[in-house]
């Protein structure tokens, strides 16, 4: 997929996919999208000491990074997975000029399907694989998660990760009590998040861009 890259309100630049209309980020402000919805929302409003942490497209490395960051700023160690299907090459990502960390551009280069351990506090594996048609317990069966960022592409522009199918994969990975976090709350979403088993709330958005968010918690 061809990609451009654009300035968002808040400082920070996304990536815009022509063939999609879409971006990576909300033009509001990607880190500022990304800090409260999957690190705010997410992370500290999950209960898992050691959270594991399935991210459903791993995209530029935002989240990843914002999430090294805050569990080596707390001490909490996390194990983070990554599924994505189209790789960004770490030239593409650097041009974004997210962040002088230099762990960014580690997390680009870290090995595919294979778990490297990052930090002291920091655990990553990464999978080249279809969401749509992905099962954990196929492939890992020790596969499981605390804590979900969904942040596929939308649902009018990939509506084939954002499916029944999809969320019962995701809802059979998550623990008791794990969390699902994603920046769209539209009602369908809601709806169908509710029928796979979730209990789901609305949550104000991030500052300066959407309204609400989504997040859904397993019983």
């Given at each position: 997929m061809h990609r451009t890259i654009e300035l968002t309100q808040d400082g920070s630049a996304t990536l815009y996919v022509p063939e999609l209309d879409e971006h990576y980020h909300s033009v509001k402000g990607a880190r500022t999208e990304s800090q409260h919805i999957f690190i705010d929302m997410g992370l500290k409003a999950s209960?898992?000491?050691?959270?594991?942490?399935?991210?459903?497209?791993?995209?530029?490395?935002?989240?990843?990074?914002?999430?090294?960051?805050?569990?080596?700023?707390?001490?909490?160690?996390?194990h983070y997975t990554g599924i994505e299907l189209y790789p960004l090459a770490w030239p593409e990502v650097e041009a974004l000029h997210y962040s002088d960390d230099p762990r960014l551009r580690l997390l680009h280069e870290a090995p595919w399907e294979e778990e490297v351990q990052l930090t002291p506090t920091f655990r990553?594996?990464?999978?080249?694989?279809?969401?749509?048609?992905?099962?954990?317990?196929?492939?890992?069966p020790s596969l499981r998660c605390d804590l979900v960022y969904f942040d596929a592409f939308a649902p009018e522009k990939q509506p084939a990760l954002w499916t029944p199918e999809v969320f019962r994969n995701l809802y059979r990975c998550l623990s008791s009590g794990g969390v699902l976090t994603t920046y769209c709350a539209k009602g369908a979403v809601r709806r169908l998040l509710q029928q796979t088993g979730f209990r789901t709330e609305r949550l104000p958005g991030p500052p300066g861009g959407k309204r609400e968010i989504l997040r859904a918690t397993k019983p």
């Amino acid at each position: 997929m061809h990609r451009t890259i654009e300035l968002t309100q808040d400082g920070s630049a996304t990536l815009y996919v022509p063939e999609l209309d879409e971006h990576y980020h909300s033009v509001k402000g990607a880190r500022t999208e990304s800090q409260h919805i999957f690190i705010d929302m997410g992370l500290k409003a999950s209960t898992a000491p050691a959270p594991r942490i399935l991210e459903a497209g791993f995209g530029t490395g935002l989240n990843a990074l914002l999430t090294l960051q805050e569990a080596e700023r707390t001490g909490r160690s996390v194990h983070y997975t990554g599924i994505e299907l189209y790789p960004l090459a770490w030239p593409e990502v650097e041009a974004l000029h997210y962040s002088d960390d230099p762990r960014l551009r580690l997390l680009h280069e870290a090995p595919w399907e294979e778990e490297v351990q990052l930090t002291p506090t920091f655990r990553l594996l990464k999978l080249r694989r279809d969401l749509s048609c992905w099962q954990a317990d196929d492939e890992h069966p020790s596969l499981r998660c605390d804590l979900v960022y969904f942040d596929a592409f939308a649902p009018e522009k990939q509506p084939a990760l954002w499916t029944p199918e999809v969320f019962r994969n995701l809802y059979r990975c998550l623990s008791s009590g794990g969390v699902l976090t994603t920046y769209c709350a539209k009602g369908a979403v809601r709806r169908l998040l509710q029928q796979t088993g979730f209990r789901t709330e609305r949550l104000p958005g991030p500052p300066g861009g959407k309204r609400e968010i989504l997040r859904a918690t397993k019983p």
